[in-house]
């Protein structure tokens, strides 16, 4: 049972259910005729002790004391209603074992009565605490923007109620409400009216001088969310959501806050969900290393990894700020984890081999890589490094300390790629496969397209060209790209690890491409901004090794479905395994000559690489 948050309101609502059981019991005396029946003995006391008991164990059991009645909906009426008539009978039960006689229609008006009482009490809290945010000074005086919000259902009506109660974590004034349902027209929110449907918001902007949308359709299909969202960026209001009430505790629901809309609502992809029974065989309880854990992709694998309960987590970086930042974070939210740092890079074999000689992992995550794509044109020795020997270290030391799991983090870049980074991943991913045949470590590869927000993105380059005042530059009109969010790409990391059975390359199905310009655009709006008059869109040209469009799959390439929804397995020919060694000498020792030659050598042993010169 959940523990009750035992506060002054906790303790107040304890004590009217307690004195509503003894009032409902004598009302029902009353009006049934049988109050000198029932109330004559002078064991009546212990009699009603039983009922008043078994309320409050009931109450408790159906969390009615962790409830937030200031929020209550119909579903809580009902759930008073049920939980009143169980403990009603249960009541009746147990003073019938002990001997004791109380007439039915006793109980059955006293059912009735102690609803009204227990539902009263409880309205009462809602109106008190709603006319005390109304009429507190601190919030007096405040100018809230003009607000229409887009759905008239439980999560809308928590949003008004809490912008009319002037509640500062829900800034607004509520203008009017729209919903697709047509049987709520007309009808009133907390007093806010419903003056349309989804159609209707410019029109609704225009008129009503709306200077802020909320967006309270959480349980909305995607297609239904992405259209109302291509709405809303028409206008020229600040664009904001909230989650789903239904999806939080109920000690979370009074501190939800309003978010502005990101560039990954408007995508409106369906994201990959963790199936943690499939994943917790191999990480509940292990140690696990996560190479390159303090970047994006590492440090949200981290995160997700700790939420399965593993024994250990070693975050190995090259940069110590992140990987301190990261280990205080996950330390502050799960205290019977150890968390640890190690510093290093996984070129440095002997730096490597002290981390597995120290902890013995079970499960190592290589997320360690160079992946920003022009930059690594310039320094393509820095890249095969990186990207291919110091994977190759990782993998040798996983074969050599016998790791259950190796999970490299591959790219969709690594496809048909034009580009050093690619090339270098495809490397990486021939060498999973390679050892995936001649060890007893379960070696896998998870190929993903481009992650919103990650270092080195596109958006977080495009908020600081608007928040400068613009331009945005984007390299071609017509290139197109993959994406995802963080969570989601980690999500699809761990999911891989569950379900690998050896050498596989897994790739998630990415949906529709997304036109980096259209991306642009997006973000333009969703800052209340309009394209071309207030922040300009140039075109710079493609960089160097940069392709057009983005593949997941090679020429050779098909897929075959998995048992999650949305996750695929590369089924290509097989990489010529008795060749990856002759490979990877050809590079190495490419890496005693110059970048030209390192390049060609690249080019020879990744036979789908092309080098591309496209400035």
Known sequence: ?????????????????????????????????????????HEIYFILGVPVVVNLLMFA???????????????????????????????????????????????????????????GTRMVFRIVRSKKRKFSPEHSGDKRPRTLVVGAGETGS????????????????????????????????????????????QDIVDRLGIEQIVVAIPSATLEERKRIYGICTKTTCQLRTLPNVRELRVDEINDVQLREVDVADLLGREEVVLNTRMVSGYLAGKTVLVTGGGGSIGSELCRQVCAVAPKRVIIFDMYENDAYMLRNELLS????????????????????????????????????AHKHVPLMEMCPREAIQNNVFGTLNTVRLAHEFKVNRFIFISTDKAVNPTSVMGATKRMGEMIIQHYAQASETVYTAVRFGNVLGSNGSVIPLFKRQISAGGPITVTHPDIERFFMTIPEASRLVIQAGGMAKGGEIFILDMGDPVKIVDLAKSLIQL????????????????????????ELLMNEEN????????IMISTGKEVGYSEVDRKLNELKE???GDDETALHVLEHVVPTYTITHNS
């Open 158 to 201: 928590l949003a008004i109620d809490r912008m009319v109660s002037k509640d500062p974590q829900m800034p607004g004034f509520p203008v009017a409400v729209v919903d697709d349902n047509e049987a709520k027209r007309n009808l009133r929110i907390h007093g806010v009216r419903v003056v349309g449907s989804s159609d209707d918001i």
């Open 527 to 550: 800052s209340g901004l309009e394209v071309d008059k207030d922040i300009k869109i140039v075109y710079t040209g493609l960089r160097e090794g940069e392709k057009m469009y983005e």
């Open 333 to 368: 939210k799960y205290d019977d984890i150890e968390c640890e740092v190690e510093i290093g890079s996984v070129c440095d074999v002997d730096r490597l081999r002290d981390v597995f000689v120290k902890y013995q992992p079970a499960a190592v995550f290589h997320a360690a």
């Open 1 to 41: 049972m959940e523990d009750i948050r035992f506060t002054r309101r906790t303790a107040l609502l304890i004590v009217c259910d307690i004195l509503a059981t003894f009032l409902a019991f004598y009302c029902a005396s009353v009006l049934t005729g049988l109050v000198g029946e029932v109330f004559a003995t």
């Open 61 to 119: 059991v159906f969390k009615m004391y962790n409830n937030l009645w200031e929020y209550a909906s119909v579903d809580d009426a009902i759930r008073i209603v049920i939980v009143v008539g169980l403990s009603t009978l249960i009541s009746a039960v147990l003073l019938w074992i002990l001997g004791e006689w109380i007439p039915i229609r006793v109980y059955f008006v006293a059912m009735f009565l102690m609803i009204f009482f227990v539902g």
């Open 559 to 566: 897929t075959i479905p998995t048992k999650m929804k949305g």
């Open 590 to 592: 490419a890496m005693a």
